[in-house]
C-alpha cells in the first residue's frame, strides 16, 4: 500500500525560459522505494538527495511503498520514473507472469545495486531451529506488495512447507513488533545488510535473535523459477547476538525504469549515483558496494536501457543476461 499520493513527479521535462532567453531544463523524478523499516527507503532517500544536489535541474523525491510489485506497476504505468526492485519480481514483470497476470510491465533495467538476502528469522522459545520446524507455526511472509513475499514463499515452498504454516502478511516493522509481543513465531524479510528492523529486534532486551539457514532452496527454486537465486551468507555479528553464519538465498536489486524514460535522463542518472555513491553511502552503507562491473555479472534478467547502456559502454563495460 502507498502510504501517500504521489505528486506530480512522474517524469517531466519543462522549460523555464530566462529573461535571456537561456532555457535550462527542469526534470522531477520520483523513486519508489519502500516501507519505512527496510533498507529501499533510506537507500533511495539517498540517492535522491545526492541526484537533487548534483545534477542542475534535477529534483528527485523517494516515496513510501508497499515494496517491489508495487515498484513495478507504478514504473511500469508511469506513475513513477525510478523503482527499487528485486529481480525475481522484475522478471515476473518484464514477463508479464505470475502476480503480473499476463500483463507485461515497460520497464528497463539502470543499474543492478547489491545482493538482497533472505533472513528467516525467529527467537529463542519460540521452538524452531530450522524451515522445516516451521510447520504448524504462524509466520510472516512479507508485505502484500513486496517481493518479500515471492522470495519468501518460493523458499518455503522448497523446503515443502508452503501450505503448511499460518501465514501473515506483514511489513517488516510490523513482523518486529508482532514477533515481541508473541504474536507470531518467526518472519521472513529480504533485504540489505544490516536491516534496521532486525537491528532493532536483536537489540531488545531478553531477546535472542535466530535466524535459519535455508541455502539449500536454491536448487529447487532455480529449477522452477529460473537462474535469478544464489547461495550467500549473513556474515557473524551482522546483528547482536548472531555469532555464526547463515547460509541463505540471495537475489539482486535493481534500480529500474520506464522503458520511455529519455536517454540523456537515464545516463544522468547511472552516471551520478556510481560516481556519487560515496554520498549516497551516508543514507544507508549497502551503497559502498555500488558497481559497474556488476552489471558484466548477469546480474538482470532484464534488458538494460539505453541511457544506461552508453554509460556501460564508456566504461568499457557490456552488461550480461537481460
Same mark, same amino acid.
Given at each position: ?76 504505468? $508511469?506513475?513513477?520514473?525510478? +523503482?527499487?526492485? &528485486?529481480?525475481? %519480481? !522484475?522478471?515476473?514483470?518484464? *514477463?508479464? @507472469? ?92 529480504? $533485504?540489505?545488510?544490516?536491516? +534496521?528492523?532486525? &537491528?532493532?529486534? %536483536? !537489540?531488545?532486551?531478553?531477546? *535472542?535473535? @535466530? ?112
Amino acid at each position: 500500500m502507498i502510504t501517500h499520493v504521489f505528486r506530480c513527479f512522474t517524469l517531466v521535462l519543462t522549460f523555464a525560459f530566462a529573461p535571456a532567453a537561456h532555457t535550462q531544463t527542469k526534470v522531477a523524478l520520483s523513486i519508489a522505494s519502500g516501507n519505512t523499516g527496510g533498507v529501499y527507503y533510506p537507500l533511495a532517500g539517498g540517492i535522491g538527495g545526492v541526484l537533487s544536489r548534483t545534477l542542475p535541474g534535477y529534483q528527485v523525491t523517494a516515496e513510501v511503498t508497499g515494496g517491489s510489485l508495487d515498484n513495478l506497476r507504478l514504473v511500469g504505468s $508511469g506513475r513513477a520514473d525510478l +523503482a527499487l526492485t &528485486m529481480a525475481d %519480481a !522484475a522478471w515476473d514483470a518484464f *514477463k508479464g @507472469r505470475e502476480k503480473f497476470n499476463g500483463k507485461p510491465q515497460a520497464i528497463r533495467t539502470l543499474l543492478a545495486l547489491y545482493p538482497n538476502r533472505m533472513h528467516i528469522t525467529t527467537v529463542d522459545g519460540s521452538g524452531i531451529a530450522s524451515v522445516k520446524d516451521l510447520k504448524g507455526k504462524r509466520v510472516s511472509v512479507g508485505a502484500p506488495g513486496s517481493a518479500t513475499e515471492i522470495m519468501g514463499m518460493r523458499v518455503l515452498e522448497a523446503f515443502g512447507v508452503a501450505n503448511d504454516i499460518s501465514r501473515e502478511r506483514l511489513s517488516v516493522n510490523e513482523s518486529v513488533n508482532a514477533i515481541k509481543d508473541r504474536k507470531i513465531d518467526a518472519f521472513l524479510w529480504a $533485504g540489505g545488510l544490516p536491516t +534496521a528492523a532486525i &537491528m532493532d529486534l %536483536a !537489540a531488545t532486551p531478553g531477546t *535472542k535473535l @535466530r535466524l535459519l539457514d535455508h541455502a539449500d532452496a536454491i536448487s529447487a527454486m532455480n529449477k522452477k523459477y529460473g537462474p535469478l537465486y544464489i547461495t550467500g551468507k549473513i556474515p557473524p555479528n551482522t546483528y547482536t547476538g548472531q555469532n555464526q553464519p547463515v547460509n541463505i538465498a540471495v537475489v539482486w536489486n535493481l534500480i529500474v525504469v520506464n522503458a520511455s524514460m529519455p536517454e540523456e535522463v537515464a545516463y544522468n542518472v547511472i552516471k551520478t549515483i556510481l560516481e556519487r555513491k560515496a554520498d549516497i553511502a551516508k543514507s544507508h552503507k549497502e551503497a559502498q558496494h555500488f558497481s559497474a562491473e556488476f552489471q558484466a555479472s548477469g546480474a538482470s534478467p532484464i534488458p538494460y536501457h539505453p541511457g544506461a547502456l552508453r554509460y556501460l559502454k564508456e566504461k568499457g563495460i557490456r552488461p550480461q543476461g537481460g
